[in-house]
């Protein structure tokens, strides 16, 4: 059998949880860089169209008011014009960048400054509108028209690359993941195989023990049986003395009571592999209130069975009833007739068999405890018994798949609810 434990294979996997959480942090670093790629292009696509959208403003005030500068004699309209000019040249000055942009956009403020600076020549500073300037101001349009053309290649370009990015930064993502669920797999083979063999053991283990069991119990009851034959034929012998005949009959009840104490530890130790089956409740239950009718004398019985098949076989059905029905008349108070039912319903998957008493009860603690092999309160010290059969019947369920539910009240009454699936 291999060395490895759980505890050591989940300690292996630690690199499971760093390639993860480098994979989480891939992905929250590719999100993190698309967002900061888009806010970049959508803030330089905005100052690209604004820019864009200001310059040929500007480019086209600035012809407006050199043409009425060129157009008008009145000192104060010059003055007014002129000082209009200079507002845009200058406003129009920060925006001057592509390239040829800037000596343009100069000879421009050159012709422009002429125009202002010759109040006296309107005739030439018209002449000089019409050609010059208006010439100067259309090549400069045309320069921001290439400039938009460029920014909006080089915007293509930043989202074609921003693409490439994602793809790369995915592909690494995705060798990680893949190389994470192979790491995986081998993990969870290698626990697999682990567990497999751990199931193999503890099956060997259980075969042994049952057989161990079997032999044992064998053994044991060997040595009764000559015991109790001697005991039977001393007691049917006539003429024996009072004291004899006393002596005997406490060895025959001594003898009965580890009779039973083997047979309950033999039941319990192969409780927790009930074989295969399935039987009918309401059959079980009629056949084995028949067979214990002798211990049934005066009880007030009370049956509701409204379920179908259950997923065990007949014996171990009747074990079950027999240990519940036997705890129910055992500890029955002595002050009111003992009255049983017997209830079974189908539950979804599950088969339902409660049986109430109105029996002595039990305190809170023992009730807690009940379930636990050989334990016993402290008013089950007064009645025979070994403390076995609840431990019988709580493993027996549990390893058929099934729950076992007790609840009790003091010398009121105890409900026992068995649930074992349909068959």
């Known amino acids: 059998m291999s060395n490895d434990n759980p505890r050591t294979v989940l300690l292996s996997s630690w690199p499971v949880l760093v390639a993860f959480g480098l994979v989480t942090l891939l992905i929250i670093g590719m999100l993190g860089l698309d967002v900061v790629f888009e806010q970049q292009e959508a803030r330089r696509t905005t100052d690209i169209v604004e820019n864009s959208q200001r310059s040929i403003t500007l480019l086209n005030n600035i012809r407006d008011h050199a043409e009425h500068l060129a157009a008008t004699n009145s000192e104060p309209e010059i003055d007014q014009l002129a000082r209009a000019v200079d507002e845009d040249a200058r406003e129009y000055d920060p925006l001057a960048t592509y390239q040829g942009e800037r000596e343009e956009w100069t000879h421009l403020q050159g012709l422009l400054r002429e125009l202002s600076g010759n109040p006296r020549n309107r005739q030439r500073a018209a002449s000089v509108v019409e050609g010059e300037i208006g010439k100067s101001i259309d090549k400069l349009l045309s320069i921001n028209s290439l400039e938009g053309s460029s920014n909006v290649a080089a915007i293509r370009a930043a989202n074609r690359q921003a693409v490439w990015s994602d793809a790369v930064v995915g592909g690494i993502v995705i060798a990680i993941a893949l190389a994470i669920s192979l790491w995986l797999l081998r993990v969870l083979g290698r626990q697999r195989r682990l567990i497999v063999e751990r199931v193999r053991f503890l099956n060997e283990k259980n075969s042994e023990l049952e057989a161990f069991a079997g032999r044992a119990a064998h053994d044991l009851r060997s040595p009764m049986n000559p015991i109790r034959g001697y005991t039977d034929l001393i007691l049917e012998s006539p003429g024996l003395p009072a004291d004899v005949t006393a002596m005997a ?8 009571r580890m009779t039973s104490v083997v047979d309950n530890m033999l039941a319990l130790s192969v409780s927790g592999r009930p074989p295969p089956g399935h039987s009918s409740t309401t059959l079980v239950i009629e056949r084995t209130l028949e067979e214990m009718g002798a211990e049934l004398q005066g009880v007030d019985l009370a049956t509701k069975l409204r379920a179908g098949r259950v997923a065990c076989t007949e014996e171990v059905l009747a074990q079950i009833l027999r240990n519940l029905i036997g705890n129910a008349t055992k500890f029955r108070a002595h002050d009111r007739p003992l009255r049983i039912t017997i209830e079974t319903r ?21 009730a807690r405890h009940a379930f636990e092999p050989f334990y016993r309160g402290q008013m089950d010290r007064e009645l025979p018994g070994h403390g076995l059969g609840l431990a019988i019947v709580d493993r027996t ?27």
């Open 397 to 423: 369920t549990r390893a058929l798949g099934g729950t076992c539910e007790l609840s009790s009240v003091l010398d009121h009454s105890t409900r026992i609810v068995v649930r074992l699936p349909r068959a």
């Open 249 to 256: 009959q406490r060895i025959r009840r001594a003898v009965d």
């Open 346 to 366: 189908d539950v979804g998957p599950m088969v339902e068999i409660a049986i109430e008493d109105n029996g002595l009860g039990m305190d809170a603690e023992s």
